[in-house]
């Protein structure tokens, strides 16, 4: 039975992630910064563990709790939007510190035991921001481009010791929490001169024509784990393909 280790589990893609690889009959670790035990069924194929992925004692903790895995899945992520300007260089970093370090983090924890047996998979989650232009998201688009740079090169290098890198990039879905998470952290980042600007496209996040929903990503993220055909991206959702199809 294989195990997969995910990140980000409380809520949105990486919960739905974590039941999908449940049904399929895996072995499940979901974590998460805070446990939730009752966001996912009762099962002995399934565990929830905490993990803050920008704390190195955290994350030693958690690999060491869960023994060996087969697929790491690097979903845990934090949005910010507001005009970059107003943005201060503490936001930045702290979007960058789990979008971009805590990946790298999480990854560099488990490649040895992959090495060791010559086999695993990285999944990492980005976002269909790659691969087209996305206002008012500059901080975040960054962090999550630095991720597509990184797993390119990791699945080259990787491909020696037979390990897989793979790239998830979801469309938009409101239900991510994206925003809602991040309140705090994006207060009074629209100032009053980019607010003509912001208008029209809060607007349209608001009634978007297509969304990408949990279940899109969860199916992406399987079949990125277990695709042995060489692919690195996965874009995930009718939006996210199209997006992908247009480059």
Known sequence: MKTVLITGCSSGYGLEIARYFH???????????????????????????????????????????CGPIDVLVNNAGIGVVGAFEATSMSTVREVFET????????????????????????????????????????????????????????????????????????????????TSNGGARMEGLIPEAYAPFAAPIF????????????????EAVWCAANDVSGQLRFPAGADAVALAQSR
Do not use: C
């Not at 069924?41 to 704390?55: E, F, I, M, N």
């Open 23 to 65: 049904a399929q009959g895996w072995q499940v670790v979901a974590t998460m910064r805070t446990p939730r035990e009752d966001a996912l069924p009762r099962s002995d194929r399934l565990r929830v563990l905490a993990l803050d992925v920008t704390q190195p004692e955290s994350i030693a903790a958690a690999i060491a709790a």
């Open 99 to 178: 979008n971009t370090f805590g990946v790298m983090a999480m990854t560099q924890a488990v490649l040895p035991q992959f090495r060791a047996r010559k086999s695993g998979v990285v999944v990492n989650v980005t976002s269909s921001a790659t691969l087209a232009r996305m206002p008012l998201a500059a901080a975040y688009t960054a962090s999550k481009a630095a991720i597509e740079g990184f797993t390119g090169s990791l699945a080259f290098e990787l491909e020696y010791f037979n390990i897989h890198a793979k790239l998830v990039e979801p469309g938009y879905g409101p239900t991510t929490r994206f």
């Open 203 to 218: 607007a349209a996040f608001g009634q978007p024509t297509v969304l990408t929903k949990e279940s899109d990503v969860a």
